[in-house]
């Protein structure tokens, strides 16, 4: 079964760093990975979707990038604004036409102004 | 082009009763996803229609059941409401075989 793991839960960064969010999955054997974004009480906005042969993919200052054989995934957020400020979600797909999200439970990202 | 779109966006039942929750699918998707997102979680598959068909089911009990029609808009059952079903529900849709999901805004769902 696969199992998805953000660390950490929480974390409080002042404006204008870079920070690393980290995502675990348990499975190796995925066809891609993709970063949320939830703002409170809202839905999901897709950030960055990477496909399992491909090592990273970069959006403005989000960069994300892709290890499979260790089971793991970061996201860069580059001179963080306090718009940044929300839950960020990371999820795999294991196989291709299984459309079944396996999900985190997410980091809540602050940043201070 | 219209996004996903979800109704309604919070709705209050007591223990019991049955909910009825509503997903169009963004122009030209034929694939709905449901999932279940309680407070503090990741989002939980509950599961998938293609073509008017169940195609894939999460570890989500018979109670909960759903529908999609010919225009591929969806809606999701869910009878006997327990206290814990209570949660953020999010339809999601994509073309078939194609590997991004775009999510709807959600509908907040509390049982008293």
């Known amino acids: 079964k696969q199992e998805v793991t953000q660390i950490p839960a929480a974390l409080s960064v002042p404006e204008g760093e870079n920070l690393v969010l980290n995502c675990s999955f348990t499975?190796?054997?995925?066809?891609?990975l993709q970063w949320f974004r939830q703002d409170p009480g809202k839905g999901l906005t897709s950030l960055l979707l990477?496909?399992?042969?491909?090592r990273e993919q970069t959006s403005g200052r989000l960069n994300a990038s892709l290890d499979k054989s260790s089971g793991r995934s970061t996201l860069y957020i580059a001179a963080s604004q306090p718009g940044d400020s929300a839950t960020y979600l990371c999820?795999?797909?294991?196989?291709?036409?299984?459309?079944?999200?396996?999900f985190g439970t997410g980091t809540r990202l602050t940043i201070i102004p | 082009e219209t996004g996903v779109t979800q109704s309604p966006t919070h709705l209050i039942k007591t223990r019991g009763q049955q909910v009825t929750l509503r997903c169009s699918s963004q122009?030209?998707?034929?694939?709905v996803s449901w999932y279940q997102q309680a407070l503090g979680q990741g989002p939980q598959f509950i599961f998938q229609?293609?073509?008017?068909?169940?195609?894939g089911r999460g570890n989500f009990p018979p109670r909960f059941s759903g529908l999609q029609f010919p225009n591929y808009s969806s809606e999701l059952n869910v009878n006997a409401l327990e206290l814990d079903d209570s949660a953020l529900y999010l339809c999601a849709s994509s073309p078939f075989n194609y590997n991004e999901q775009f999510f709807g805004p959600g509908t907040r769902l509390t049982v008293l």
């Open positions: 122009s030209g998707h034929n694939t």
């Open positions: 499975d190796s054997a995925i066809y891609n």
């Open positions: 999820a795999v797909m294991l196989n291709f036409g299984n459309e079944k999200l396996t």
């Open positions: 990477i496909q399992s042969s491909q």
């Open positions: 229609y293609y073509r008017e068909e169940e195609n």
